[in-house]
């Protein structure tokens, strides 16, 4: 004769497999399938909050013509536990199919770094002397760094990293989506590990950004005052230097 089925056995067996505690490898089957599930998702919601962003960067990219704002950037020591800040303004030009920056540092020393040509310029007023560096063939990696945030594509940064996007984030009252940047390149790894980016996505561009050294080190900026696509003079992209300005080229 076989055992009558109590409701609640039936209701156990009926509602799920998981509930049958006489089943210890179909309960450890059924929690790995929940778990695996919601990683499933969640990667799932993970890459189309992605594309989304990607998207709107790529439309502001679209319409980018220049961008003026403030700037703080923190540069901490590891190896010192030290954090050296400085301050000024930084402006971005669209110039054909190139970009061109320059930022004025006016805090704690006054100091001009200007990217175009291909060179970067770095003018120390104290010493009156401009020091050249040529990007030369790095100039394609060196802008891939330069324009994030300001003036280029969502899905033209996959080209140089591996892009995640991490979770949307209140930054100084505004809604940013936080992504975080792999280098692809073995080679630029070694001196950039990873980036985090804090990206606007109405305006497409940068409110904060961290990059991380393999050492330990990082440098964290913090953009604010932000003017987008209006003229900014010619002059702008010129260093204020003097008749007995020095220049000198580190590679020659």
């Not at 509602?15 to 929690?31: E, F, M, N, T, V």
């Amino acid at each position: 004769m076989r055992p009558s089925v109590t409701g609640q056995d039936a209701y156990s067996r009926t509602k799920s497999g998981c509930k049958d505690s006489r089943s210890p490898s179909l309960l450890k089957l059924c929690l790995l399938f929940a778990i695996v599930l919601a990683s499933v998702s969640h990667a799932f919601a993970q890459q189309s909050d992605l594309e989304h962003v990607l998207g709107q960067m790529d439309s502001a990219a679209a319409k980018f013509r220049s961008a003026e704002a403030s700037f703080v950037w923190d540069h901490f020591q590891k190896v010192v536990e030290e954090t050296d800040t400085q301050k000024g303004k930084i402006y971005f030009r669209r110039a054909g199919n190139q970009t061109e920056m320059l930022a004025d540092i006016s805090e704690p020393e006054a100091k001009s770094v200007l990217f175009t040509d291909s060179k970067i310029r770095l003018y120390q007023p104290k010493i009156d002397q401009v020091t050249v560096y040529d990007t030369g063939k790095n100039r394609e990696a060196f802008e891939s760094f330069l324009v994030l945030g300001f003036g280029g594509g969502g899905h033209e940064m996959l080209k140089s990293f591996d892009v995640k996007y991490l979770a949307a984030e209140n930054l100084n009252g505004a809604e940013t989506a936080k992504l975080e940047l792999v280098p692809k390149s073995v080679k630029v790894r070694n001196n950039v590990d990873h980036i985090l980016l804090w990206i606007d996505p109405a305006r497409g561009v940068s409110a904060q950004q961290q990059f991380f050294e393999p050492s330990g080190d990082y440098r964290l900026t913090k953009y604010s005052d932000f003017k987008l696509n209006e003229k900014i003079s010619d002059s702008v992209f010129k260093l204020k230097t003097t008749g007995k300005t020095k220049t000198v080229s580190p590679q020659g």
